[in-house]
Each structure stands twice: as C-alpha cells, then as structure tokens.
C-alpha cells in the first residue's frame, strides 16, 4: 500500500479513497507521541462466496488494510528543496504560499508517512495477497516517501522504477516482531526487482512477527527514541507484544534523489516523527491533510469466477456486468489460507465493489441479520498523548480532490453509489464526541494522505504473475488505466 499522491502520477489515476479520522491539537508531543487501543474485527462464521451475491461479507473484501499513522522527515523526500529535517519541531511547519517568503511550502523539508498497517486474515497471505495467516491479523510499519521535485515537477532517476518497493514513491516495510528486531533490511531496495525478488521482508515470518486474534484488543504507542520512531504493541487480551523501530539497526533506508544517475541509490536512514504538535497539515505531497490520523484503506476487491495466467479477470464477478479496466491484478481463490476464492485487487476505478456497497457493519436494518453476514467493525479509543486527549476530532476522505477530475457520467455514478458509504461515516462522526478542549487551540489544518494495491509473493507467486506483484505494489500507472480528465 503506498500513499495517495496530491496530483496524479503521469496523468494517470493511482489511488482510492481512504476515509480517515484526523486528531488535532496544539500542545507539545501530540505529533510524536500517540496512544491507541483497538478491538480487531471479527468475519462472519459463514464464508463468503464466489460471486459476491447475497451471502457474506468478510473484513478482506471490505478493504485490504486499516491503519494508524503519522508524519516523518525524510531528507529525500518532496518537495525535495532542502536537505535537512529537525525531528520533533514545528519549525518544519512551512506553508507559505509566496515564493520569495521564507515560510513558503516549496520550501518544506522533505517529509514521509508512516502507516501501521494492520492486516486481516482469511484470503490470499502477503505478499501476493493482503494477509498473513488463514486465522489471525498482523502488523506492519510501512513508511511511504515521494522522490519528486515539487518546484520543478522533475523525479528521481527511472532506473528505481525497476524495484518492486521502489518508483515514485519508495516504501520502507517491517513487520511488527515480537522481539522488536526485523525479519530483513527494511529498505525500498532489499525486496529487490521484478525479475530478481528477495521478498524475505515483505512475507510473514512465522517464527519472529506478532500475530493477533480476531476481537483482540491492541494496545498501541507510537512515539520518538533516539534510534528512530518506535512503535509498541500490547495484545491486552493474550499478554503478547511485539514492537518496530524505524531505525537504521532494522535496515531502514531512504532512496537517495539523484535524478541523473544510472543507478537506484539508498542510504541507511533512522526516521523520526516531523513535528512537535497535531496541528501541522502532515506533508505537502499527499492527497490527505493529516498528520496524526487513522483510514480505512478500502476500494481493493473486486469478485471475479475465472482468472487467466496473467492475472487478468476473464468471467467479472456481479459487480460488472461485463469485464472492464479494474478487473485485473486478480489473485485465485486456490492461493487463499482459508476463503478459497477469486477477487481482483487492483484499485477499484469505478467504485462497484464491497467497499462501496451497504455491506459494512450496521448498514443491514435488522441487527440480528446484520451480526450474520457482516463482520463486526473495528473500534479504536479516541488518541491521547502522554494521558491527554487531542482537543479535535474531523473526518477526512480523498474523493473531493478526485472527483472534479473524472468525466462527469462517472461523477454522477460515484455521486449515487458513494451516497449510502459516506451517510454511514457521517453518522460514525456524529456519534464522536471531541475530548475535553484544552485552554486554547490554533488554527488546525494537516497534510497526509493514502496506500495502493498489494499482493503476497513467495518466489513461486512471483515467477507466477510478476507483472501483477510489480503493478498492485507501486503507485504508478498501469496500461488501460483511465487518464486524467
């Protein structure tokens, strides 16, 4: 999953939408510094079908991740003007909008995003699907960049393109262990390329990572050590924990901008949180404007009943009535740990699948029903800092920077399809009461945004369908994809 960019990448659409709640505040350490605790979802007993008529619907059909996350330096990272970062200060915060100021946002140090991603179990595992195991969830920290010269409009050398975590927008990958040690370099570079895979970081290790159960609470810290970002779980309901550092010890690297080299280049890096408060808009290159927030990563699955040896869906599931530009990066339902069927998994460019459709929690009328054939919802604490709460609540969604840019018989679609979804997330927002407000609160805005398609891949997966593990993994764009209008 990558983060959603502010503008399209080479005219061509990449993202999906990301509902998200956003936390504010202006008191020192509420940007480095957050503490949650979640209740894992549970699916339905009975599994889903292959078509995706009536039935059930499960947590991976919904979306293929959800995610705690937060603002980091990254000195080669956009808007790529400056090379230096001071972690943990809002002197960082500049947003300017004159050229010749000293506070004008071209002028930001380079920043990153990081995403602890949890990931449900059920369907096909990492790195070809987005799971880890048949019957249990894990975590990750996945730390996003963007190699782009937002003066210029120029990015990094091509020759990064080659990378499966590389590209525009290079991603940094660690599962959460439970000895708080990573499996393998974390790095964009140590995965490797599409034709010579090294997938030892990106697939669950059965031995080293935090695995967790269906309805158990999670108790998570992110906050800022001198190694780099650490983020600590607590299982509250087996006693297990399991942490990440986002260090330079666990082969954690930036891609360096050498826009003229030949050569991809990496350097060890140690990423720490950007700001001192919640209140910065996050980072100056990402759709979103958060910077402490949580989303739901949805718009990732499509049913499919026939998929040919490309990965492209050759008999659409009852979404489509015929196939179309979405229904590849399809995953057989034969590669599953549990669910044993097909879905496609590309971003879901015409908004018709579970994600957009009254198969969430709640959206049935009748409670009894509802609790048999959706999965239960996932519920989080409002975020404290240090004990205190943030004084204000929003809610975010990319889809008003997209939307003037699809052709207008599509806006009228998604209009319609998109209404019962957000309906259900204005009335989760209402039901958010804002913790008591603190003695005084600045102007608040914020900057962040989103994640891309993903796929697990033994070897075999890899030499199986490598052009699939290549495009649902980097944000960039794909044949037959829709332009920008």
């Known amino acids: 999953m990558c983060a959603d960019p502010a503008d399209w990448l080479d005219g061509w659409y990449v993202g999906h939408d990301e509902p998200s709640v956003l936390f504010k505040s202006h008191l020192p350490g509420t940007g480095n510094d957050v503490t949650y605790v979640v209740t894992l979802p549970k699916d339905p007993r009975q599994q889903p079908n292959a078509t995706g008529v009536g039935g059930t619907t499960w947590n991976f059909e919904l979306r293929p991740t959800f995610w705690f996350g937060m603002t980091l330096c990254d000195t080669e990272s956009a808007p790529e003007y400056t090379k230096s970062c001071t972690p943990d200060s809002d002197a960082n915060n500049l947003i300017g909008t004159n050229p010749a100021a000293p506070d004008y946002i071209g002028k930001h140090p380079g920043q990153a995003y990081m995403e602890l991603q949890f990931y449900e179990p059920g369907w096909v595992p990492q790195f070809e699907g987005f799971g880890c195991t048949a019957t249990k969830y894990c975590a990750a920290m996945t730390i996003d960049s963007l190699n782009e010269n937002q003066n210029t409009g120029v990015f990094n050398t091509s020759a990064c393109n080659a ?207 509802d609790r048999l054939v959706h999965p239960t919802p996932v519920l989080f604490t409002s975020a404290t800092s240090r004990g205190r709460n943030y004084s204000t609540i929003a809610f975010e969604t990319d889809l008003p920077r997209l939307r003037p840019l699809m052709p207008s018989s599509i806006r009228r679609s998604v209009t319609g399809r998109l209404a019962r979804t957000v309906s259900i997330h204005r009335t989760a927002r209402s039901s958010i009461r804002s913790t008591p407000p603190e003695s005084t609160m600045a102007p608040a805005s914020g900057r962040r945004a989103a994640t891309t398609s993903r796929g697990r891949s033994t070897t075999s997966a890899a030499v199986r369908r490598p052009s699939m593990v290549l495009r649902s993994r980097r944000c960039t764009r794909r044949p037959g994809s829709r332009p920008r209008r």
């Not at 959460?176 to 570079?189: C, D, F, V």
């Not at 967790?212 to 190694?227: E, F, S, V």
């Not at 949580?294 to 499919?304: A, K, L, M, R």
């Open 163 to 369: 990378y499966i975590l590389g590209g525009a927008e290079p991603i940094n990958w660690a599962y959460i262990t439970r000895s708080g040690q990573s499996q393998a370099p974390a790095n964009p570079l140590f995965t490797g390329t599409g034709t010579n895979p090294n997938f030892a970081a990106v697939n669950p290790n059965l031995s080293k990572d935090l695995f967790m159960n269906p309805g158990d609470k999670i108790l998570i810290h992110l906050h800022d050590m001198p190694a780099g970002l650490r983020a600590d779980l607590v299982d509250l309901t087996t006693g297990q924990r399991g942490s990440m550092t986002a260090s330079i010890a666990n082969g954690f690297g930036h891609i360096l901008y050498t826009t003229n080299s030949s050569t991809c280049q990496e350097a060890p890096y140690a990423f720490h949180p950007e700001y001192s408060t919640a209140n910065p808009r996050g980072n100056t290159w990402s759709a979103h404007t958060y910077d402490i927030a949580y989303s739901d990563e949805i718009g990732h699955f499509e049913n499919c009943q026939a998929i040919d040896a490309n990965g492209n869906c050759t008999l659409a599931g009852s979404q489509d009535s015929t196939l179309d530009d979405d229904d590849t990066a399809c995953l057989p339902g034969t590669d599953s740990s549990l669910v044993q069927i097909d879905g496609c998994v590309f971003d879901d460019e015409d908004w018709d699948g579970q994600s957009y459709r009254p198969d969430w929690p709640g959206t049935n009328p009748n409670p009894f029903v």
